[in-house]
């Protein structure tokens, strides 16, 4: 069970609306890449990249794709981005999952940037979204850009 709620709470990423502009687009634009997981947190319980053989999300336009090796073997995720508003605070996010144990659901959810770190607390299908980064709301999830990710960008 609590596997199933940690996958569902890492695949978050958001999409560009055409209302919100710019930043929208901007921060679209930062999450393009490849990103390895720092850490994991649901109800109070902490997880950190050590407790995986690999825990990675690669962002390719509007959707993207979380891998997950562990003792259980690898599972990879699908998550179609549907929505972006950064212009709220925090900045929020809709996803839709296209592959594994909740395909089909909307989550909903919060983010936040600093440096090449990104946040991401999303509530489980069906809830109301997180009004803050508590793992009670929702399961956080910290991304690191990838070095070469990162170059790229910069170029």
Same mark, same amino acid.
């Given at each position: 069970? %609590? =596997?199933?709620?940690?996958?569902?709470?890492?695949? @978050?990423?958001?999409?560009?609306?055409?209302?919100?502009?710019?930043?929208?687009?901007?921060?679209?634009?930062?999450?393009?890449?490849?990103?390895?997981?720092?850490?994991?947190? #649901?109800?109070?319980?902490?997880?950190?990249? /050590?407790?995986?053989?690999?825990?990675? =999300? +690669?962002? *390719?336009? /509007?959707? %993207?794709?979380? #891998?997950? /090796?562990?003792?259980?073997?690898?599972? #990879?995720?699908?998550?179609?981005?549907?929505?972006?508003?950064?212009?709220?605070?925090?900045? *929020?996010?809709?996803? /839709?999952?296209?592959?594994?144990?909740?395909?089909? +659901?909307?989550?909903?959810?919060? %983010?936040?940037?600093?440096?090449?770190?990104? *946040?991401?607390?999303?509530?489980?299908?069906?809830?109301? =979204?997180?009004?803050?980064?508590?793992?009670?709301?929702? #399961?956080?999830?910290?991304?690191?850009? @990838?070095?070469?990710? @990162? +170059?790229?960008?910069?170029?």
């Amino acid at each position: 069970m %609590y =596997r199933s709620i940690l996958v569902i709470g890492v695949v @978050a990423l958001l999409s560009v609306d055409p209302c919100k502009g710019d930043v929208a687009k901007d921060d679209l634009e930062k999450m393009k890449g490849d990103w390895t997981l720092v850490s994991t947190e #649901t109800n109070g319980k902490k997880l950190t990249a /050590e407790n995986f053989k690999e825990f990675c =999300r +690669k962002v *390719t336009g /509007e959707s %993207y794709s979380v #891998t997950i /090796e562990s003792e259980e073997g690898i599972q #990879t995720i699908g998550i179609k981005i549907i929505k972006l508003d950064p212009s709220k605070s925090p900045k *929020t996010i809709d996803v /839709e999952m296209t592959e594994g144990p909740a395909k089909g +659901k909307t989550l909903h959810g919060i %983010y936040k940037f600093e440096d090449d770190t990104q *946040t991401i607390c999303l509530a489980a299908p069906d809830k109301d =979204r997180p009004a803050k980064f508590d793992s009670k709301e929702g #399961t956080i999830t910290v991304w690191k850009i @990838a070095k070469s990710s @990162a +170059k790229e960008k910069k170029n």
